[in-house]
């Protein structure tokens, strides 16, 4: 990345793939074929899956706001003629390519159940932007801090959803299952490049957060 014109570009083109084209992905979507029977779902427990999913979706939508806000700031000159910092920019875009395979599941499963994305969306992925634009902002001990605490955080959200999914979705749940290795990964891969442990208050708040919009996005 040449300049910091060229940084908003790609932010800007970020917002615009991630909330309006159909997401591709990069891995196949996990799934027990042989157990993948959406027929034996009662419309209760679709209904169920589908806002369980539709939370996942969302998240799935703030964590791309997070990765490309943060991958911005870095590439920002800070005060004091602090350089722009491109290894953890590149960093955080990687993972935030291999956040868009879930997207992309949580979408097509979202098709597979006959439901849909949270209305809200574009207001998600507003304020996750400006979040982890903050986040970004305070350096790269805090940024990554940042992304341990979130990680940690979805991680245990996701190990709730194994629990309050429907026994008969395997298709949901292995889809799930697979996320939550995967975060746990970007946590512990955030926390080896340096990572600050954030404020008992900053984690207090982040945990607010997430409840307002798992809550809301549940249902809209």
């Known amino acids: 990345m040449s300049t910091f014109s060229d940084a908003l570009v790609v932010a800007a083109d970020s ?24 027929g034996a779902l009662s419309t209760e427990d679709r209904r169920l899956a589908g806002a369980l999913m539709r939370v996942n979706h969302v998240g799935e939508v703030c964590a791309q706001a997070l ?48 439901s849909r994305p949270s209305r809200l969306n574009p207001f998600w992925y507003a304020g996750a932007f400006g979040l982890g634009l903050l986040a970004g902002r305070l ?34 749940r292995a889809i799930v299952a697979q996320m939550k290795l995967d975060e746990a990964r970007h946590a512990r891969q955030a926390q080896q490049a340096g990572a600050a442990e954030l404020p008992a208050p900053v984690k207090g708040m982040m945990r607010m957060a997430a409840k307002v919009m798992t809550t809301v996005a549940h249902r809209i």
């Open 15 to 38: 917002a615009l793939r991630t909330l309006f084209a159909v997401p591709r992905a990069s891995q196949p979507c996990p799934t027990v074929p042989e157990r993948h029977d959406d």
């Open 67 to 114: 990765y490309t806000a943060q991958a911005f700031a870095a590439r920002w000159p800070g005060p004091g003629g602090r350089a722009s910092n491109e290894a953890l920019a590149q960093q955080l875009e990687e993972a935030g390519r291999e956040e868009t395979d879930h997207l992309a599941w949580t979408k097509a499963r979202l098709d597979e159940l006959g």
């Open 139 to 172: 350096g790269q001990g805090p940024s990554l801090g940042f992304v341990v605490e979130t990680e940690r955080q979805v991680e245990a959200h996701l190990a709730s959803h194994l629990d309050r999914l429907p026994a008969e979705d395997h298709a949901s």
